[in-house]
């Protein structure tokens, strides 16, 4: 092996499954959701691959049936988490030493067993503790998943095989050291697959890291420290510390050993965690790598020249699947004047036919929202809309938080470009339109870019090319997954690198080498084949 260059293959995608009627997948998945949803699991911490219980305990419920708890975990205190950065720490030093094929061939190893062992636990618990579909939850926690551990595996041995020029009488290389000290990875409700990746990339690149998964999303979370273990991720490279995030991220935050953020989830949090790292700066080894991606108030521009089908779709897809609760969900909609009747027609046939409640029964489009706090934002901004007098409730407006918290696909108007559920982040399903004259679009591109102080996802529909050239252009910094004639949602790893600017985080790209490069020291190497023996240079003859 260590006379061996290897070279790994590009990975294709992890086949989507369908789950039809009458499928095998459809089989499976329903008797593991029967299974995880009768059982009363205690999940741990986990420290150096050792259970340990806190006697402090929150529980794991269903959001589409909040009375049904599905398990309880322990919140790690601070004396846990101390024991975690310590054991990180020392961890390690054997890890980052570790030839690098077999760091991949753990991640490789992790991807295979989801295929033929994990797919349907791991789409299960995503269904049933974070209220997830069966096509939501196969494309996020099987699919995509797969595609992070086996990507990353490829991406690393794309950095590794960067190297600098060498003359004759020299040998330049780089070494790619790991980060000096532990990552902190805190990983946010709505993808499983974002927690998977938040500490598996950095502990790819030699590093060992401290998760603190959702507290609305550990049992999924939970299921993944289970196939690492079995894949082969030695004990203490991932720490496994689920509590509420002021309670674990003051020590964490605080450590001399802290040398990387791995986040994804609000931007005030993010902002608050930058906070704290600039007051603590001088008591870190080396200055922590920062990387965030947090919100979004994601726009689709509808030109004249669109297809109203088309945009119908892709408002609906793009702003009510998983309940809007993605960063990039579509929230924006800015559509002309005289296309509005028709599409208003077009959008009301669709949202129709949607269904919203348990994710188990299959044939329900949306299901509910992860919380009660949640479900208590959303329909405030609701609430908002119905006591403006700019805007007005299209369709939808009404929630119920009974039995689940359920809350309709919400569509307003407004006259007011600048009215709250315009500017701010909702995250939840409510779009909201506004209306512009064809002969003002130029000047609307510069509205929809000056509106929001988020970067994220955005999109254009139009068969005009100038007119798609022009937003493009314009819309330059507006969105860092930019789309053309698709809805501004559903990033495929390899294929679209994830992540976006201005109020939206550090664009790293989640997804690409780009982000695998920030959790790398890179050492360059110089070595004289024949050094010179005397100091004098010609010029001085």
């Known amino acids: 092996m260590n006379h061996t260059i290897i070279s790994i293959k590009e990975p294709q995608n992890e086949p989507v ?23 009363q699991i205690e999940v741990p911490v986990i420290i150096g691959g050792k259970e340990y219980t806190s006697g402090d305990q929150g529980k794991m419920i269903m959001p589409h049936n909040h009375h049904h708890v599905l398990g309880r975990y322990h919140k790690a205190n601070e004396k846990l988490i101390n024991l975690a950065v310590e054991t990180a720490v020392n961890a390690q030093k054997d890890w980052e030493r570790l030839p690098w094929m077999e760091r991949a061939s753990i991640n490789l190893r992790a991807a295979e067993l989801i295929n033929r062992e994990y797919r349907y636990t791991l789409n299960a618990a995503t269904m049933l503790n974070q209220s997830k579909n069966v096509h939501q939850a196969e494309i996020d926690a099987a699919c995509e998943v797969a595609d992070f551990l086996r990507f990353n595996a490829y991406y690393m041995s794309i ?160 702003g009510f ?40 029964d299959f044939s329900n489009f949306m299901n509910a929202v992860i919380d009660e706090p949640a479900f208590d934002k959303i329909m405030g901004y609701i609430k908002k809309a119905e006591e403006d007098t700019d805007t007005e409730i299209i369709f939808g407006g009404r929630g119920d938080k009974s039995t689940g918290y359920f809350i309709e696909p919400t569509v307003l108007l407004t006259t007011n470009p600048h009215f709250i559920t315009m500017e701010e982040e909702i995250f ?24 929001s102080p988020y970067g994220l996802t955005g999109a254009i529909f139009a068969h005009d090319r100038r007119a798609i050239q022009l937003a493009s252009d314009i819309l330059r910094h507006a969105a860092g997954n930019f789309y053309i004639n698709d809805k501004p949602t559903g990033a495929v790893v390899g294929e679209q690198p994830f992540g976006g600017g201005r109020a939206s985080g550090t664009n790293d790209k989640a997804g690409s080498h780009i982000n695998l490069h920030r959790w790398v020291s890179p050492r360059a190497i110089k070595e004289n084949l024949y050094p010179p023996t005397d100091f004098k240079y010609p010029f001085m003859n």
């Open 17 to 39: 499954l369908s789950y039809a009627p009458g499928t095998p997948e459809r089989h499976r998945l329903k008797k593991e959701l029967e299974r995880i949803a009768n059982e």
């Open 159 to 318: 950095i590794y095989r960067e190297q600098p020029h060498s003359e004759r009488d020299t040998i330049n290389r780089l070494g790619y050291r790991a980060l000096e000290g532990f990552v902190f990875a805190v990983s946010p409700f709505n993808f499983t697959s974002i927690a998977a990746n938040l500490p598996t990339a950095p502990v790819l690149m030699g590093n060992a890291a401290l998760w603190k998964p959702a507290s609305s999303a550990v049992l999924s979370a939970y299921y993944l420290m289970r196939l690492f273990k079995e894949a082969g991720y030695p004990g203490g490279v991932i720490n496994f510390i689920p509590g509420p995030g002021s309670k674990v991220g003051k020590p964490v935050l605080s450590n001399y050993h802290l040398a990387g953020i791995h986040f994804t989830g609000s931007t005030a949090v993010f902002q608050g965690i930058w906070k704290q790292i600039g007051e603590n700066i001088g008591k870190y080894r080396t200055y922590p790598r920062i990387v965030g991606e947090t919100g979004g108030k994601n726009f689709i521009i509808v030109h004249p020249s669109a297809d109203l089908h088309e945009v119908a779709a892709a408002v609906v897809r793009g």
């Open 428 to 451: 939840g399903p409510v779009v909201t339109c506004y209306l512009y004259d064809e002969a003002e679009f130029e000047n609307t591109l510069h509205l929809c870019d000056e509106t």
């Open 321 to 360: 699947e998983y309940q809007g609760q993605k960063c990039s969900a579509a929230s924006r909609i800015y559509i002309p004047t005289s296309k509005w009747n028709p599409l208003k027609k077009i959008l009301e046939d669709m949202i129709s036919q949607i269904k919203i409640g348990d994710p188990r």
